[in-house]
């Protein structure tokens, strides 16, 4: 029996109850998002809508991938084209894919590490290699940005931690966030075509951020910064993390506030793969199940408490069977010392405000990626018992939500969406499921 024989055919009889039937819908709609973000796709689309000129015969072509789904994006690319080459890929250490015929390194997210430093050493050592006759061809996907922290001079890699550290407590948005990081890295915003000049470069980007703005994808290696060392003063200033901010990198950004960047050297960057892509695989997904389902929403940002009550006010205007979607990337800001993700506190804050709700609903957040935060989740899916199974876990709901421990509260309900490791990222996407 096909899928959307079994949903359309579903009865009490087989053992599943309403709510099971929904969370199953929703976990299926998660997937084709996945499926939908996957980036040997991604790469094939790219490569067709943005042909590679031919290679000069004594060139050679330099692969680089970079990011969450790098390993799979340079595997694509490999198929593609012909030696020779020198092709590397750099990706997060939970990402346990294997790759034949190129160099593959793994590094820290979202925090950087050592591994990352020496894996920015090696990425910029292998482009100082190219010359005018050759090509560089940049596969860049999301999480790129903490995985190859290159840090100017009289910076520490401790230093970029800690200010890691402070922008992901802070609030800001993912935009904000690689303005600052930009302005501290020798290959952010633009730095990656510098050191390739002066052969040209080829990017293809798997975008996890919301609107596109290639800019903020990875921190931007392959398109001119954000702003300037003035406007990450001044980010930096406004989210009141100035004064903790390492010294070290106050003075570098003093010290370059009034300098200008120069224009980028030559550079075709192509999206190729992006969240509203995967909103539409959903769609088209409910649809070929039986479900009336509708995309309310490309741009669920914010503060997560904020989104919550979006998806709220769907929920209460709405009582009829309908799967509602959403994609996004909200914030949360730390108070408080638990673990969890945007994506667990959206579950658990959306479950928390539901109480007269008379309507059976399933509601899932979760991170393309396969992971929320420092987790191993990629979100919660949620429904009206939840509260009622973390209460009979012996767990105080209000107390763990105001410690930022949506984890556990969420791991106490059985909640937790777990998936591993997807090798792609477009962000997060949510389903809204009510039914009859």
């Known amino acids: 029996m096909q899928a959307f024989d079994f949903y359309r055919n579903y009865s009490p009889n087989l053992g599943m109850t ?15 998002a996945v499926t939908a973000a996957d980036p040997a ?48 890929a750099v990706t997060h250490h939970e990402n346990d894919a294997t790759l034949q015929g190129a160099e593959l390194l793994r590094a820290g997210h979202p925090v950087p590490d050592e591994a990352g ?35 100017p001079e009289g910076v520490s890699l401790t230093d970029k931690a800690r200010l890691n550290d402070l922008l992901l407590s802070a609030g800001l948005d993912i ?29 293809y980007l798997l975008s996890d951020v919301i609107g596109d703005d290639l800019r903020a994808i990875a921190s931007g290696p392959t398109v001119s910064a954000i702003g300037t060392a003035a406007d990450a003063i001044e980010t930096l200033k406004s989210a009141v993390i100035w004064d903790a901010t390492p010294t070290s990198i106050r003075t570098h950004l003093e010290t370059n506030k009034h300098k ?55 929920l209460i205007a709405r009582p009829e069977p ?17 673990r969890g993700g945007r ?30 935060g420092p987790t191993d989740a990629a979100g919660g899916v949620v429904d009206a018992g939840t509260l009622t199974r973390i209460k009979a876990a012996g767990q105080d709901v209000t ?19 777990m998936t591993r490791a997807t090798g792609t990222n477009v962000a997060d996407v949510q389903v809204l499921l009510i039914a009859p």
């Open 175 to 203: 935009v904000q966030m690689n303005l600052v990081r930009q302005q501290v890295s020798l290959l952010k915003g633009g730095g990656f075509v510098r050191h390739a000049a002066p052969a040209p470069v080829y990017a």
């Open 399 to 417: 107390t763990l939500l105001a410690n930022n421990d949506s984890y556990a509260a969420l791991a106490a309900a059985g909640d937790l969406l």
């Open 322 to 338: 309908t799967a509602l979607l959403f994609g996004g990337e909200t914030t949360v800001k730390l108070t408080g010392t638990g």
């Open 41 to 88: 796709h991604a790469v094939r689309r790219g490569l067709g809508q943005s042909p590679l000129p031919p290679q000069d015969p004594a060139g050679r072509t330099f692969l680089i991938a970079i990011g969450k789904a790098a390993p799979a994006m340079l595997r694509e690319a490999l198929k593609a084209l012909p030696p020779p080459y020198a092709a590397l």
């Open 18 to 32: 309403e709510i099971d039937m929904l969370r199953t819908q929703a976990r299926l709609l998660f997937d084709a």
């Open 343 to 372: 994506n667990q506190e959206l579950a658990l804050r959306v479950a928390m405000q539901t109480s007269e709700i008379t309507a059976k609903w399933v509601f899932l957040s979760g991170g393309t990626d396969g992971r929320d």
């Open 260 to 314: 200008e960047p120069a224009p980028l050297p030559k550079v075709s960057n192509t999206l190729v793969g992006s969240n509203r892509l995967s909103l539409e695989a959903m769609l088209h997904e409910a649809s070929s199940i039986g479900l009336n389902a509708r995309i309310v929403s490309d741009a669920l940002v914010g503060d997560v408490d904020a989104a919550a009550q979006e998806v709220l006010a769907e």
């Open 117 to 151: 430093a020496r894996a920015a050493q090696r990425v910029m050592a292998l482009l100082s290699e190219a010359t005018e006759k050759d090509r560089v061809i940049a596969l860049i996907s999301g999480g790129g940005s903490a995985l190859l922290p290159a840090p």
